[in-house]
Nanobody
Framework: QVQLAESGGGLVQAGGSLRLSCSAS????????MGWYRQAPGKQRDLVAI???????NYADSVKDRFTISRDNAKNTVYLQMNSLKPEDTAVYYC????????????????WGQGTQVTVSS
């Protein structure tokens, strides 16, 4: 069984910064990609940023130049550094492990974390 656990959310003023972390645990052989998604009340869950095992990244246009995703493959951990936060960044942020191969298996699946609340006050 694989579990993802996020941390680092909270309340911050506009213009401030937060750093989210997400660690995957369990019998993991490899994780193809890890990503951060967010969901505001009444809206769909959207991609924020994603990083491959080789370090290739992709960002939503709304967070480019403000957010940075990074990854520690040895620790199966992904980070999201969020700078210049805006009230519209307020949402529950979810971590996703994409194509996670468990040890001793030949198939993969994706896993979600439980989410962490980020609130940006104006």
């Amino acid at each position: 069984q694989v579990q993802l656990a996020e941390s680092g959310g909270g309340l911050v003023q506009a213009g401030g910064s937060l750093r989210l972390s997400c660690s995957a645990s369990g019998s993991i052989f490899s994780i193809t990609a890890m990503g951060w998604y967010r969901q505001a009340p009444g809206k769909q869950r959207d991609l924020v940023a994603i990083i491959s095992s080789s370090g290739s990244t992709n960002y939503a246009d709304s967070v480019k130049d403000r957010f940075t995703i990074s990854r520690d493959n040895a620790k199966n951990t992904v980070y999201l550094q969020m700078n210049s936060l805006k009230p519209e960044d307020t949402a529950v942020y979810y971590c996703k492990g994409i194509n996670v191969y468990s040890s001793g298996t030949s198939y993969s699946r994706s896993y979600w974390g439980q989410g962490t609340q980020v609130t940006v006050s104006s």
